[in-house]
Nanobody, 124 residues
């Protein structure tokens, strides 16, 4: 059974930083691309960042987070990270990690496995 568990969310002031983690189990982690998505209240789930299957793999970012967020992975620990710097109130959302085979994409529909999410709240 595939399981993705996010951690690291919380309340932070604007301009602050948080580091999200997503621990995966039940799959061959190194064969999967990993993505981060977020959903604010009343809005659709949006793409944030993704990284292809290999360590040091190709990364993709939404324009709204480019230059502020960094996605990385540690295949030895079956974990993907999202370092979030210079946070803004508009970054407030539930952040979820997701997995799909090999190549990363930006589409929600492409990802087969999802975590429950972790709340990130940025105060102004």
């Amino acid at each position: 059974q595939v399981r993705l568990v996010e951690s690291g969310g919380g309340l932070v002031q604007a301009g602050g930083s948080l580091r999200l983690s997503c621990a995966a189990s039940g799959l061959t982690f190194s064969n999967y691309a990993m993505g981060w998505f977020r959903q604010a209240p009343g809005k659709e789930r949006d793409f944030v960042a993704a990284i292809s299957w290999s360590s040091g793999g190709t990364t993709y970012y939404a324009d709204s987070v480019k230059g502020r967020f960094t996605i990385s992975r540690d295949n030895a620990k079956n974990t993907v990270y999202l370092q979030m710097n210079s946070l803004k109130p508009e970054d407030t959302a539930v952040y979820s990690c997701a997995a799909k085979g090999f190549t990363a994409t930006v589409r929600v529909i492409d990802y087969a496995y999802w975590g429950q999410g972790t709340q990130v709240t940025v105060s102004s």
